[in-house]
């Protein structure tokens, strides 16, 4: 499956953009950024599965 905005991307171009963001961040900052983005997709995540369970719980309304 090759997504639309993506568009055929190869190992190259992935190796060449890993290296433009070790080259503008550094070693040291990347860690910190990958925690920060786990716990992004963590927290969208959570907020999801509460979204579902609000629908989930909510009372039909046609049964009145």
Request: glycine letters at 14%; zero cysteines; hydrophobic letters at 45%.
């Amino acid at each position: 499956m090759v997504l639309l905005f993506i568009g055929g991307i190869g190992a190259q171009e992935v190796l060449l953009i890993a290296l433009v963001v070790l080259l503008f961040f550094g070693g040291k900052k990347i860690p910190e950024l990958m925690k920060g983005i786990g716990k992004g997709v963590r927290s969208f995540k959570d907020g999801m599965n509460e979204i579902e369970k609000d629908i989930k719980d909510t009372p039909d309304d046609k049964k009145e």
